[in-house]
């Protein structure tokens, strides 16, 4: 009896390991850290469970009445020595103009949210391969935060003793603020610092401006957190060294995402296929992995070449005759018809 050879392509034999290489290096923390599309129903309760929980332990902390006063008076006079303690100047200045402080009393009470709110509705729609990574910016951004309230009690500029700042909010009767007025037992009076309106517009202006194609727009950007800082110290809501300290947590949270990554969230890809973690796995080692097609196709030739491989190794053609002969038979003694 005659021995057959059966060769394998090599195209399947090279693809074969390296899908099962793939699949096994394919592990949770690896799918954790790779970008994938954002779910709506996660997304909407992981922020509202989230801010739940960042609202229930800021007001949680210890409010510190003495201590905070203390803390106040401190930074006054050292942003005395750093002859930058205007504050006072500035939210008389602003408060003698009422359409103008009144305007500034409700941006202080709402674009805080919708803003942030609306960049992550944006990224989500947008930029959905770097919505995670942008998102953990802010959530480690106000975790952090959280830290600061708890260590570092602060009031506020016109909550201090002896001082001369006007409370604005009280003065006209403008609703919305957390921080004065009929809410004010609701919140943390004494949790300014870190000024999460300066991390959390800065997160926004950053992110508009760095991934906007619109140049006006990405102005606007820019400009936002600019704005909300005359807002802070003109209500009276906050030092300037408040806004230092909402600066810091967010670098920490870009850290956080840098680290986690591997790169900074503006660099990740626009877009990521919606693909199941072994098919994820493998288009990370081959880029045609992720798609249904491709892998059909793969199998369909894989499948026509094993009877091409199987006729080459027995030295004839589709026929049943030598390769070469052109379809005549070899009339050569010997011959028997028969590989």
């Not at 992550?120 to 930029?127: A, F, G, I, Q, S």
């Not at 602060?154 to 003065?171: C, H, K, Q």
């Not at 626009?270 to 880029?287: M, N, Q, Y």
Request: glycine share 10%; with cysteine; charged share 15%.
């Amino acid at each position: 009896m005659g021995e057959t050879t059966v060769t394998k392509p090599e195209g399947l034999e090279a693809a074969l390991p390296e899908t099962v290489a793939a699949d096994s290096g394919h592990g949770p923390l690896r799918r954790l850290r790779t970008p994938r599309r954002p779910r709506l129903w996660f997304e909407i309760l992981l922020i509202a469970v989230s801010y739940w929980t960042y609202s229930l332990v800021r007001n949680a902390v210890p409010e510190q009445r003495t201590e905070a006063l203390h803390n106040a008076d401190w930074i006054w006079q050292v942003e005395h020595h750093l002859g930058i303690a205007v504050e006072e100047s500035v939210n008389h200045a602003v408060n003698s103009v009422h359409w103008l402080i009144v305007g500034m009393n409700y941006y202080y009470a709402t674009l805080h949210f919708i803003v942030t709110l609306g960049v992550l509705v944006w990224l989500y729609r947008r930029h959905p391969g770097r919505y995670a990574a942008t998102r953990l910016v802010l959530f480690a951004t106000t975790a952090v935060a959280l830290v600061g309230y708890y260590l570092y009690p602060l009031a506020p500029p016109r909550l201090m003793n002896g001082g001369d700042f006007i409370d604005t909010v009280m003065v006209h009767q403008t609703w919305g603020s957390m921080a004065s007025g009929d809410l004010k037992h609701m919140s943390n009076q004494y949790a300014a610092m870190p000024s999460m309106h300066i991390g959390w517009s800065l997160w926004c202006g950053l992110t508009i401006a760095a991934l906007a194609t619109v140049p006006w727009v990405r102005v606007l950007g820019l400009l936002y957190p600019a704005l909300t800082l005359v807002v802070i110290v003109a209500t009276a809501n906050h030092f300037w060294l408040d806004a230092v300290g909402g600066m810091l947590c967010l670098a920490f949270g870009f850290t956080v995402a840098r680290l986690w990554y591997g790169r900074q969230p503006y660099a990740l890809p626009r877009t990521v296929p919606t693909l199941g973690p072994r098919a994820s796995g493998a288009a990370a080692g081959r880029p045609e992995a992720g798609r249904p097609e491709a892998g059909r196709a793969t199998a369909g030739r894989a499948a026509a070449m094993k009877p091409e491989a199987r006729r080459a190794a027995a030295g004839t053609s589709g026929r049943g005759v030598p390769d070469g002969s052109q379809g005549m038979p070899d009339k050569s003694p010997g011959w028997s018809g028969r590989p």
